[in-house]
């Protein structure tokens, strides 16, 4: 999966070195949308962060242990869209997103997870796909709602964002119930 056209408007591309530049410039005029739910942003300093953080999404896919793809929109670098901790133990598997905030509410991410959650269970023979989100995280909570994934329960301090421990709350969705 190297380049995956949604739409006429949403692409995903599989991410790479040449990406370091629009994607650091997007995190950078987006820090106070994303500093909320995202705990790297603020370690996130210049551009050195950013090729870093590509390179350990490159040796991911590599192991085939997961990998984050770009979201272009209208030819715009928008955010990111990911798959990380696999157990392969149960076929499972998470998804992981942002957006800049001038990208937000026009259903891109909604469109990008629909995509991954086809491709976790028909390219990559998962049988669940998890996505967890702050408990006040309501847009992003609104995706796997949106896409009909199954609230499971609530992770108590699941995460520590910005010095707090905050609730989360772990969605999924089986393959038997995709259609
Ligand atoms: C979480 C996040 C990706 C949600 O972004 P989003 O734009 O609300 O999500 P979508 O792209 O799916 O868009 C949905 C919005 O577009 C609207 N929309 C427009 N066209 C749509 C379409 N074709 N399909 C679905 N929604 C559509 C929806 O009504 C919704 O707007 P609303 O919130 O005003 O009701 C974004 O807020 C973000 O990156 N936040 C910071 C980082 C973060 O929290 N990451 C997640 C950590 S768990």
Redesign the pocket.
């Known amino acids: 999966m190297f380049k995956y056209i949604i739409d006429n408007d949403v692409e995903l591309q599989l991410l790479d070195l040449y990406h370091a530049d629009e994607i650091f410039k997007s995190i950078d005029s987006s820090r106070d ?2 500093r ?3 705990p790297w942003v603020d370690s996130t300093i210049s551009i050195s962060d950013t090729r870093e953080f590509i390179q350990g999404s490159k040796k991911q896919y590599a192991a085939n242990n997961g990998f984050d793809t770009g979201i272009w929109y209208k030819g715009e670098f928008a ?1 990111i869209i990911g798959f990380h901790s696999i157990n392969r133990n149960i076929k499972s598997i998470s998804i ?4 800049n905030e001038g ?9 990008a ?1 629909s995509v991954l959650t086809d491709y976790a269970f028909n390219i990559l023979n998962f049988n669940r796909v998890e ?4 408990i006040d ?1 309501l ?2 909570r ?2 796997p709602e ?1 896409l009909g994934f199954v609230q499971e329960g609530v992770i108590r301090d699941g995460e520590l964002l910005n010095g707090n421990y905050v609730d989360c709350v772990i969605y999924g969705m089986l393959k038997r119930e995709w259609v």
């Open positions: 949308h994303l909320e739910y995202l955010g992981g997103y942002w957006l990208f937000v509410g026009k259903g891109i991410m909604t469109r997870c996505i967890q989100c702050a995280n847009k992003s609104a995706i949106r």
